[in-house]
């Protein structure tokens, strides 16, 4: 029997079956009217109306184009022994245009058609305030559009969203200006109530497995208010597995002894121990879930701070640098295969340092709870989304060929390493 395709909504993470889902109407055109005084007006053929789902997901009071049931029918839905047929075009029940913008039927926020055809597995990326996560976001669709393919990986940007901004394809259009182009960080993000979802979609061009990739760049103060624990939850709760942005420089240890140096490490830093503590916690607590059955990366960001500062810092570096001393790439990047050793000697080196001379606080603590909760579905990375830094805004640039270049390191690893754990993307290891 065809598996009964369950869809999660990357914005208000309820799950639905397929034969649930909504769609929105298109049609934009408009006709002249008169109205009651006479008068003409040019009025849309189909006029938006208010809608309670959406409105009282982002809080608003707009008009939205009409919503109605998709109806799918048993050859779209696909049933005994069938495979579900690719979705067709469905008919507004108020105007007859047609239309394939599918919507969440609990939210009524615009979804990917491929997520209704195909289902949707979800990645999550999380983390603390200040840990790094929007640039690392950045910094990780950039290397995926240039080394993806070495990896037979294809990516695709969703344009889904209220308006152009939200899109992300539009965001990381906006995001790699400032980053690539005009080397600067990210800015802090500000807090909103509904964080905007960047979506996009992995698939694999020999075996055609697909998986989304959902960060929520929430602004870091939310992983610190109980409140929004409990939102964070469902993310942890719902993804195949998870990325966890942890600060470097909030490990105190390193925090201090780089301050010693005279070293700018940023606006703000944060508590990285609250997030492991929001994980450990919600773990602890659900134990139905299997948490620790699922990939999780836990991620060091900033890297290159300690690469930069290794001796200062106690931390032997053999496993992240070249014969020079430079912080490297994955092989990976070079030659499309993937060497899971390597990621291991890095796991491995992160993890002495947080049992030796990085231990202050949590630090032996979580390296130990990570090996035995999680086991092998827990993995230590080190990376630098920006390559380096001249003070907290401006990013520290290579030359390449005829000019300056921002030069991410490591960030694809964490990934790289949930899709060899997943299976079925045909990624070859050696
Ligand atoms: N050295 C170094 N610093 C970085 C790197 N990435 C980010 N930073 C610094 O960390 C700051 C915060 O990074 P963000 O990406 O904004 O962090 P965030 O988690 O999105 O922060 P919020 O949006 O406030 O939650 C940046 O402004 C940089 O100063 C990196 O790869 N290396
Ligand atoms: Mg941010
Ligand atoms: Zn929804
Ligand atoms: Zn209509």
């Known amino acids: 029997m065809a598996k009964k395709i369950t869809i999660l909504c990357p914005y208000c993470f309820k799950p639905f079956r397929r034969e649930e889902v909504q769609v929105q109407c298109k049609n934009f055109q408009t006709v002249q009217r008169v109205n009651e005084n006479g008068s003409s007006v040019t009025q849309e053929i189909c006029p938006p109306e208010e809608d309670e789902a959406f409105n009282s997901y982002w809080g608003t009071r707009t008009r939205v184009k009409h919503i109605f049931d998709a109806n799918l029918t048993s050859r779209e839905l696909g049933g005994l022994f069938r495979k579900p047929q690719l979705i067709q075009e469905k ?16 939210c009524h926020n615009r979804l990917p058609v491929e997520m209704i055809e195909k289902g949707c597995e979800i990645i999550s990326v999380v983390g603390g305030p200040a840990s790094g996560k929007s640039n690392y976001i950045v910094a990780l669709i950039h290397e995926l559009k240039k080394f993806g393919s070495r990896l037979g990986l294809s990516v695709t940007l969703q344009q889904v969203g209220r308006s152009d901004n939200e899109k992300t394809n539009k965001m990381y259009e906006k995001a790699k200006q400032t980053v690539f182009e005009e080397h600067m960080a990210l800015p802090k993000t500000p807090e909103v109530k509904h964080p905007i979802p960047w979506i996009l979609r992995l698939e694999s061009k020999t075996t055609e497995k697909a998986v ?18 409990a939102r964070d939850a469902e993310y942890l709760q719902h993804s195949k597995a998870v990325i966890v942005a942890f600060d470097t420089l909030g490990v105190p240890k390193i925090k201090r002894i780089l301050e010693g140096k005279g070293i700018d490490v940023g606006y703000q830093i944060s508590r990285y121990e609250y997030m492991w503590e929001t994980i450990k916690n919600i773990n602890n607590h659900n134990a139905e879930l299997k948490m620790t059955s699922r990939p999780y990366a836990f991620v060091f960001t900033k890297f290159d701070t300690v690469i930069d500062n290794a001796r200062d810092l106690n931390f032997s570096i053999d496993a992240f640098v070249d014969d020079n001393g430079k912080f490297i790439n994955s092989s990976f990047v070079n030659d499309g295969r993937v060497d899971l050793s390597e990621m291991k000697n890095c796991s491995m080196a992160i993890k002495e340092a947080l049992r030796g001379p990085w231990n202050e606080e949590v630090e032996e603590g979580l390296a130990n ?22 003070d907290s805004l401006s990013i520290r640039t290579e030359d390449a060929s005829d000019h300056k ?12 390493w949930i899709l060899v754990k997943l299976g079925g993307f045909g990624i070859e290891t050696k």
């Open 405 to 416: 270049e921002v030069k991410p390191v490591k960030v694809l690893d964490p990934l790289i």
């Open 91 to 106: 008919e507004c029940p108020r105007c007859g245009v047609s239309s394939s913008n599918f919507v969440c039927p609990h």
């Open 369 to 390: 709870d990570i090996e035995t909760l999680w086991k092998d579905n827990g993995m230590f990375f080190g990376v630098s989304a920006l390559g380096g830094m001249k």
């Open 212 to 229: 989304y990739l959902v960060f929520y760049d929430t602004a870091g103060e939310a992983f610190n208010d109980p409140d929004k624990i």
